[in-house]
């Protein structure tokens, strides 16, 4: 599988849709400041399946392995936007839940997460995250459940990520 942009995602009608709402999704599928300074990139999105990588490296704790926490943002990001997706541009995904088990540690490479939906409802949606190595090895398993509200448009010249 190729790597992608973020804005070629989407089509223009479908970001001019969200962008009615006050949402950038250039800048959602960037996972924002947090996501551009950790190196998520978004590969793959829909409401069935989102993937996304993350470079380790920049990403450690003090013992120079990688961070829960980079995990924990990684597979929120990545289950946030298939919620979002699910919900459609009449729904804003608002994270609730999360529960992340870390299973290995790991220096240098890059992570992997795959966001799968367990629950597509229509007022929540919750997604199971799979983080793995480059060797395909699981990292992390981590559930995120989203809670779906209803969108209300932006005001004029407002645009909110």
Do not use: W
Not at 54 to 78: D, F, K, R
Not at 86 to 115: E, Q
């Amino acid at each position: 599988m190729g790597e992608q942009t973020s804005t070629s995602l989407f089509s223009p009608e479908v970001i001019e849709q969200y962008a009615g709402l006050g949402v950038d999704l250039v800048a959602l599928f960037s996972a924002g400041d947090l996501g551009s300074r950790m190196g998520i990139e978004i590969v793959e999105a829909s409401a069935e399946r989102v993937v996304g990588t993350m470079p380790v490296e920049g990403n450690t704790q003090p013992y120079g392995l990688l961070h829960g926490g980079a995990s924990a943002v990684l597979a929120e990001t990545m289950g946030s936007i298939g919620a979002m997706l699910h919900g459609g541009p009449g729904k804003l995904a608002v994270g609730v839940d999360l529960n992340c088990t870390h299973h290995r540690g790991l220096r240098s490479g890059k992570v992997t997460g795959i966001a799968t939906p367990v629950h597509r409802g229509r007022s929540s949606a919750t997604y199971e995250i799979v983080i793995s190595d480059e060797q395909d090895r699981r990292v992390c398993s981590a559930r995120l459940t989203c809670m779906l509200r209803p969108a209300t448009p932006a005001a004029p010249g407002t645009v909110t990520p």
